[in-house]
């Protein structure tokens, strides 16, 4: 089971950038995605999640409204759009995966809900 989180670079404030991560080993289609983040001496923290069935949506108070996430299950993949990004959004972003069946229409916005890793991608956002 992989999840492999991509599209992270260098940008500048105001700009924006689009996070896939793409699970493959299993079908995730059924449980939630979310996406976190780690900031260099902070503890990883939820950004946004998505159910897989209903698709629901939850998000961080700090990026509401500047960060979309959706998914594909078709396709096995999860998305994160980020707009207006600031530079308190330089981060590691990892995708994960909640597979729980007692939280299938729940996301969890800890991480020990998440069993499914992928390795991060580096968001820098430059002022």
């Known amino acids: 089971v992989q999840l492999q989180a991509c599209g992270g670079g260098l940008v500048q404030a105001g700009g924006s950038l689009r996070l896939s991560c793409a699970a493959s080993?299993?079908?995730?289609?059924?449980?939630?995605m979310g996406w976190f983040r780690q900031a260099p001496g902070k503890e990883r923290e939820f950004v946004a999640g998505?159910?897989?069935?209903?698709?629901?949506?939850r998000y961080a108070d700090s990026v509401k409204g500047r960060f979309t996430i959706s998914r594909s299950n078709a396709r096995n993949n999860v998305y994160l759009q980020l707009n207006n990004l600031k530079p308190e959004d330089t981060a590691v972003y990892y995708c994960?995966?909640?597979?729980?069946?007692?939280?299938?229409?729940?996301?969890?916005?800890?991480?020990?809900?998440?069993?499914?890793w992928g390795q991060g991608t580096l968001v820098t956002v430059s002022s």
């Open positions: 994960a995966a909640d597979l729980s069946p007692s939280r299938l229409h729940v996301v969890s916005t800890t991480t020990g809900s998440y069993t499914y």
């Open positions: 080993g299993r079908t995730f289609s059924s449980g939630v």
């Open positions: 998505i159910t897989g069935s209903e698709f629901a949506t």
